[in-house]
Antibody, heavy 120, light 106 residues
Framework: QITLKESGPTLVKPTQTLTLTCTFS??????????VGWIRQPPGKALEWLAL???????RYSPSLKSRLTITKDTSKNQVVLTMTNMDPVDTATYYC????????????WGQGTLVTVSS | EIVMTQSPATLSVSPGERATLSCRAS??????LAWYQQKPGQAPRLLIY???TRATGIPARFSGSGSGTEFTLTISSLQSEDFAVYYC????????FGQGTKLEIK
């Protein structure tokens, strides 16, 4: 059974860097074709993809946020880390990680999400 | 970046009736289109991928159709648990979601 769980701060100050960790089980990021992605959702608004990382360390980023994002993986720990620099109140959102299956970026398995508030 | 446009923004339907939700892509995404259902306080739930393939455990009353730029999600006979927000998402290029359709009880 595949599970994912996000962890990190619930409150960050403007201009700070956010670091979120996705800890997963039930699959390995060394399996060909598999990936993990990050998605966010501001309160009452739509979903937005942020970043993807694949088994072969291929990394993809949202074109509009690319300069602020870094995604890394630790296969031995079954973790994926997302960092987002220069946080702003508009970045207040629930952040989800999700399992990316072999056949495309349409995840069946999602974490429960973690709400991050950006405020001074 | 491909823009996904969903219509209507809100759809009011009575239980037992059929609901039809639309999604349009700003350029062709082939069949690389997924539909999700989201209820308050929950993560999205994958319903359909590949434009028309139901995900594991999804009831047969949910069906998807379309290719290229025009897609439809149909719920044949609405149950009480189906009232939620629905998102389409393309994954032909950098993945992008639509703005959602809220399906509410009439």
């Amino acid at each position: 059974q595949i599970t994912l769980k996000e962890s990190g701060p619930t409150l960050v100050k403007p201009t700070q860097t956010l670091t979120l960790t996705c800890t997963f089980s039930g699959f390995s990021l060394s399996t060909s074709g598999v990936g993990v992605g990050w998605i966010r959702q501001p309160p009452g608004k739509a979903l937005e993809w942020l970043a993807l990382i694949y088994w072969n360390d291929d990394k993809r980023y949202s074109p509009s946020l690319k300069s602020r994002l870094t995604i890394t993986k630790d296969t031995s720990k079954n973790q994926v880390v997302l960092t987002m620099t220069n946080m702003d109140p508009v970045d207040t959102a629930t952040y989800y990680c999700a399992h990316i299956p072999i056949f495309g970026v349409s995840p069946y398995y999602w974490g429960q999400g973690t709400l991050v508030t950006v405020s001074s | 970046e491909i823009v996904m446009t969903q219509s209507p923004a809100t759809l009011s339907v009575s239980p037992g009736e059929r609901a039809t939700l639309s999604c349009r892509a700003s350029q062709s995404v082939s069949s690389n289109l997924a539909w999700y259902q989201q209820k308050p306080g929950q993560a999205p739930r994958l319903l359909i991928y590949g434009a028309s393939t139901r995900a594991t455990g999804i009831p047969a009353r949910f069906s998807g159709s379309g290719s290229g730029t025009e897609f439809t999600l149909t719920i044949s006979s609405l149950q009480s648990e189906d009232f939620a927000v629905y998102y389409c998402q393309q994954y032909n290029n950098w993945p992008t979601f639509g703005q959602g359709t809220k399906l509410e009880i009439k």
